[in-house]
């Protein structure tokens, strides 16, 4: 990659992902086809751009770092079984044929979305039946059955990170209650446990182009900020309503690829 056109698309990619995944998720479909359209093979680009974005969930985690004020143990725990996750993903997409996992991603995404759709409908429904067992509050961390939907959620995430995000959301917003802007918080720390343990396993196992990563390293990490400050100022709805409809635009992408 030479060309000033392109590096500068990646540039400019890598600040719109940053942006993106700290408010919703989903950026990796803003910097991944922009990497394709430069020439980079599908596998190197995917592995450049999980080394690339890094810097902007660590930048997105920060940002949010008031959020995440009092959740400690937890994220901890959940951090163990994305770290595992991410590493597995990794190797799967090192090992295993490109259309061998992606054939179910657009299943996961759409499944994801119509779970963070209905969360609100869902998350009055699970009350109603903690009132009628007398478990009026629910599990503060989720459970172990939490903690296995997280660390799979961290597989895809480590082989194929689009969406990644959105189904982090959707299954802590169905196991717990507490605020979107909470679980946004977690969701970039996660994001950055997988992508980190990814980018580590990707610099002695393949091959990625330098240059892309250095400029989506750059973009993302001003992104990450700017996502963070955009996305604790809007509303529960709005941000759910959000998460749905990049959601949708990432769903049709990866459908008709």
């Known amino acids: 990659m030479e060309a000033p056109g392109e590096m500068l698309a990646v540039l400019a990619a890598g600040l719109g992902a940053g942006t993106v995944n700290a408010a919703v998720g989903t950026g990796t479909l803003i910097s991944f086809p922009v990497l394709l359209a430069t020439g980079l093979p599908p596998v190197t680009a995917t592995v450049s751009n999980a080394l690339g974005l890094v810097p902007g969930s660590i930048s997105a985690a920060i940002g949010y770092r008031r959020e995440l004020a009092g959740q400690r143990r937890r ?88 969406a990644q995000g959105t189904v982090y959301v959707c299954l802590m917003g169905l196991r717990l209650d507490d605020g979107l802007q909470r679980l946004n918080a977690v969701k970039n720390v996660l994001v950055a446990v997988v992508n980190g343990v990814a980018a580590l396993f990707f610099l002695v196992a393949a091959d990625f182009d330098w240059t892309a990563v250095a400029l989506l390293a750059v973009g993302s990490a001003v992104g990450g900020q700017l996502g963070a400050a955009a996305g604790r100022r809007l509303r529960p709805a709005v941000l759910r309503s959000l998460i749905v409809v990049v959601g949708t635009v990432a769903l049709v992408h990866l459908s008709v690829r």
Not at 92 to 106: D, G, H, I, T, Y
Request: proline share 6%.
């Open 75 to 162: 994220v901890l725990k959940w951090s163990a079984g994305a770290l595992c996750g991410g590493l597995t993903g990794a190797t799967l997409l090192l090992a295993l044929p490109s259309s061998a996992f992606e054939a179910v991603v657009p299943v996961l995404v759409g499944l994801a979305l119509v779970l963070v759709a209905l969360q609100p409908l869902i998350g009055r429904g699970l009350q109603a039946r903690r009132t009628r067992t007398g478990k009026t509050v629910a599990q503060t961390d989720g459970g172990p059955p939490l903690l296995i939907g997280l660390t799979l959620a961290s597989v895809y995430g480590g082989y194929f990170s689009a």
